[in-house]
């Protein structure tokens, strides 16, 4: 998957960078539920990159037409020998007289078995999950009649293209796609199909258009899922595509054409409301299941973005692909998923459910990932909704093993965080996995099973961070900071959380000592505003460098170009960035809180005590006046840090844990099972975790993301949360005026 950060082109769907998974049919007789057609003309031998992109796909429930419109060159014409009889799902269609590229697709379409047909030119690529996303996408909204997602435009002026049919009337001006999609076989029925007169390179155009003039158009799957082949100059093959004459006198043709599309008639699809949940689709549209070579695991997370945890999950895959698991990933909740193409890094199969699917389909859409991968575990990482749909997925899922991994407790949230959701589900959970001997210490004084769960700590890449003289020199010199001055790192989100209030206060402090000293505070979040007006105001500027949202490439370089890493939570599980800067061999001054005295000890760092803002201000300060008087102190702090983590928490050796863990609670769930709820209670749970789901998002368009500002906003959060409970409430016990009044309440949000 390309990273639109830092495209590479030549990192096709074929090459052999990407990570593989063993994507092959378990029954290749299957009916197939997606037919795919591409027409071949003289093709060239890319059309093996584009068969690649065809055999690796995840959908691999799939018939694959080729229409051959009279090739006459030997060389193409033995190529496509080769595919006649590779696979029984492929077929060969031979046109006996060259017809065009309209008429080939419209074999292809008279000739599928299946309702559903993904246009694919013989020189395109697709990703590895690009035919089940469109799929499940089109099976989900069911008011769209085609669907495709962002294209990468490789080869001469390779580019990023984010057009789609998400711009609607646009297409009015210019014809805004490559035709890779997937469509209703119906649709193309009902709109009469491909005009076959036209060869002139824009048949594309008009095939939108004339579904347009029938009522239909498509939607959107915003992720780079098909790779369009760019020549050098297209009208070499296609005369009306010149960006000229030719094209323009097209367009008024399409216009004379379809004349109601300009008087305002192009037809506005937009998904309907999320009606309140009755009941959930529980019937699976198809099976697609995939011979299996090695165990799986599906990892549900909430999402992909940077994060402690979420660099967890990272040398998580990497372990677990070391330990020969084949790994999936679900994401469940929307927002940022910048980091999606470094999770790709590990494994092709990647799902961001709100990209795909309504809420009322994520429940059955998990079954079918595990339906078709036939997994063998399901972790959950954090994932609010993953536990809410613990009884649906173990109902219907009952021979898979189910684990979870916590990495802190968070008193201020929902009583405990997840640690505490763990708990509440533990019936259903064959092992739980913690990230420190103290959580799982909070966990069975809240109540759990102390047996059930196992302490797995994150453990750091001794290797990739490390002390780096060379670095730290031109690091220093790019900052414009003297060598030999002593550095203070900060990083991490700017928010209460990493209380960036006190370490402005600490600053403060040291620099009234006069201290010789430089900060560097790398990150950004809610309170970076405040920051950089507290070092403006009190003149810190100076001291302190407010470098903002860094990449973790960058926060590397930066601790190795820094003397001490200061982090003054108010709370952590572990925090991985100490993790990090005591492989670099950095001295450490931290708050102790949540598990950090299980990492650092009095020889490797100083761990401050939780306290109240203005006391543990003065006890950083202190702590850090110590360290910045005394190089010799911070140099055997650092060097006895970067020893505890090589003796103790390679990484590795964490992957070594999670692998026997795993195979822990595989044989756990064999001979120690847990009880399995029943569909109907499972069902009712997974109807529950959507309705919420729901509200959530119904908040969310009214009053704005949950991270907004206003009473407004967090008093609908407020009584969209309470609706459905209260009203619950009063039917169950007589209430009369209660349900009367939630029901006015709901109206009234409803309205708003």
């Known amino acids: 998957m390309i990273d639109p950060s830092r495209p590479d082109y030549a990192n096709t769907p074929g090459s052999v960078s990407r990570p593989g998974y063993s994507y092959a049919p378990a029954d290749a007789s299957t009916a197939p539920y997606v037919t795919i057609v591409t027409p071949f003309y003289n093709v060239d031998t ?26 006459t060159d030997p060389q193409s014409l033995s190529l496509l020998d080769t595919f006649r009889n590779i696979d029984p799902r492929i077929r060969v269609i031979d046109h006996p007289a060259n017809r065009g590229l309209s008429a080939a697709r419209n074999t292809g379409f008279r000739a599928a078995q299946a309702e559903l047909v993904v246009q694919l030119d013989s020189d395109d690529l697709i990703e590895p999950t690009a035919i089940e996303k469109w799929c499940w996408f089109l099976e989900s909204y069911p008011e769209y009649s085609f669907a495709k997602g962002y294209t990468v435009q490789f080869g001469p002026g390779a580019c990023l293209w984010q057009k789609g049919f998400h711009h609607g009337s646009e297409f009015l001006q210019k014809n805004l796609i490559n035709p890779t999609a997937v469509i209703r076989r119906s649709v193309h029925e009902a709109a009469g199909g491909y005009d076959e007169a036209d060869r002139g390179g824009l048949m594309d155009w008009d095939f939108w258009l004339r579904c347009a003039n029938h009522g239909h158009w498509g939607g959107n799957v915003p992720e780079f899922l098909d790779w369009y082949r760019r020549r050098p100059a297209h009208t070499d093959v296609w005369p009306d595509f010149d960006e000229g004459v030719r094209q323009r006198a097209y367009s008024a043709r399409l216009r004379q054409k379809y004349p109601r599309l300009w008087e305002g008639g192009f037809p506005e699809i937009r998904p309907a409301p999320e009606p309140a949940i009755e009941s959930l689709p529980d019937e699976l549209p198809c099976v697609n299941r995939l011979q299996k070579t090695k165990p799986r695991v599906l990892m549900l997370i909430p999402w992909m973005s940077l994060g402690g945890a979420d660099r967890f999950n990272l040398d998580l895959l990497g372990q677990l692909t070391t330990h020969g698991w084949e790994i999936t990933i679900a994401t469940t909740l929307g927002g940022d998923h910048s980091w999606l193409p470094h999770y790709a890094r590990y494994t092709p199969d990647l799902f961001i459910l709100h990209h795909l699917l309504r809420p009322r389909d994520y429940p059955r859409f998990l079954q079918y990932l595990i339906i078709s991968r036939q997994i063998d575990v399901v972790l959950i990482s954090h994932s609010e909704l993953g536990y809410r749909l613990l009884p649906y997925l173990r109902a219907h899922c009952p021979q898979v093993t189910f684990v979870d991994l916590c990495h802190i407790e968070e008193e201020h949230w929902k009583s405990g965080g997840y640690p505490r959701m763990a708990i509440q589900y533990q019936d259903l959970i064959d092992l739980d996995m913690v990230t420190s001997e103290h959580l799982k210490g909070w966990m069975i004084e809240h109540g759990a099973d102390a047996e059930r769960i196992s302490v797995c700590h994150t453990n750091v890449d001794v290797e990739e961070f490390c002390p780096d003289p060379a670095r730290r020199t031109s690091i220093r010199d790019e900052l414009g900071l003297d060598r030999d001055v002593p550095v203070i790192l900060y990083a991490g989100r700017m928010c209460a959380q990493k209380q960036p209030d006190v370490f402005a206060r600490t600053i403060l402090q040291l620099r009234e000592q006069g201290l010789k000293f430089a900060a560097l505070a790398a990150g950004n979040g809610p309170e970076f505003e405040w920051l950089r007006s507290f070092v403006i105001t009190n003149a810190l500027r100076d001291r302190v460098r407010l470098l903002g949202e860094v990449p973790p490439p960058r926060v590397k370089l930066l601790m190795q170009a820094s003397d001490v890493f200061f982090l003054p939570s108010a709370w952590e599980g572990v925090a991985l960035t100490i993790y990090e800067a005591m492989a670099c061999g950095l001295a450490v001054v931290a708050a102790d809180t949540g598990g950090q005295r299980e990492l650092v000890t009095p020889e490797a760092g100083v761990l401050v005590p939780r306290s109240d803002k203005e006391t543990e201000a003065k006890q950083y300060a202190s702590a850090l006046t110590e360290l910045l008087q005394s190089a010799e102190r911070r140099r055997k702090l650092g060097q006895a840090a970067r020893e505890r983590v090589i ?60 991270n907004g500002n206003g009473w407004r906003q967090r008093s609908y959060l407020f009584l969209a949360r309470a609706y459905d409970p209260f009203y619950r409430l009063g039917v169950r016990r007589g209430w009369k005026r209660v349900p009367a009044f939630a029901e006015r309440v709901k109206k009234a949000l409803l309205r708003a």
């Open 46 to 71: 890319i059309f093996h990159q584009t068969a690649c992109s065809v055999f690796g796909q995840s959908m691999q429930q799939w018939e694959w037409i080729i229409i051959n419109d009279n090739s």
């Open 647 to 706: 003796r103790l928490f390679p990484l590795p050796q964490m992957g070594e844990r999670v692998a026997a863990l795993l195979e822990q609670a595989s044989e756990w769930h064999e001979n120690r099972p847990r009880p399995t709820p029943s569909p109907a209670f499972g069902t009712a749970c997974a109807e529950q975790a959507v309705e919420s789901i729901r509200l959530a998002q119904l908040t969310a368009q009214v009053w704005g993301e949950p």
